[in-house]
Nanobody, 123 residues
Framework: QVQLVESGGGLAQAGGSLRLSCAAS????????MGWFRQAPGQEREFVAA???????SNYADSVKGRFTISRDRAKMVFLQMNFLRPEDTAVYYC?????????????????WGQGTQVTVSS
């Protein structure tokens, strides 16, 4: 019912910043959490960040805490501000709509996955 399209990925140097955007095909007015996951080559998809339906509560993976910030405009857009990037942040980043209003950290807690945007961080 909802299509998600990620953008903003690219190449950055270690210590640099990127801002990812996720655009929904329809306004995100339902009480659904939104999240970001990432998947590196040969690795399983892992949780990065999520925010509840109003963007008031957020959860982050320990590996990105203090460096990444998730936000949403409560309409069609979800963002992931990535600062102090590290080479290990290199992955395809996916946004997803949650199945509930509050945040989850498992892939099974989310639906309506986007196709992903590549982030590459050089050392």
């Amino acid at each position: 019912q909802v299509q998600l399209v990620e953008s903003g990925g690219g190449l950055a140097q270690a210590g640099g910043s990127l801002r990812l955007s996720c655009a929904a095909s329809v306004p995100l007015f339902g009480m659904f959490a939104m999240g970001w996951f990432r998947q590196a080559p040969g690795q399983e998809r892992e949780f990065v960040a999520a925010t509840n339906w109003r963007g008031e509560n957020s959860n982050y993976a320990d590996s990105v805490k203090g460096r990444f910030t998730i936000s949403r405009d409560r309409a069609k857009m979800v963002f992931l501000q990535m600062n102090f990037l590290r080479p290990e942040d290199t992955a395809v980043y996916y946004c997803a709509r949650g199945k509930a209003a509050e945040v989850g950290t498992n892939a099974g807690d989310f639906a309506s996955w986007g196709q992903g945007t590549q982030v590459t961080v050089s050392s």
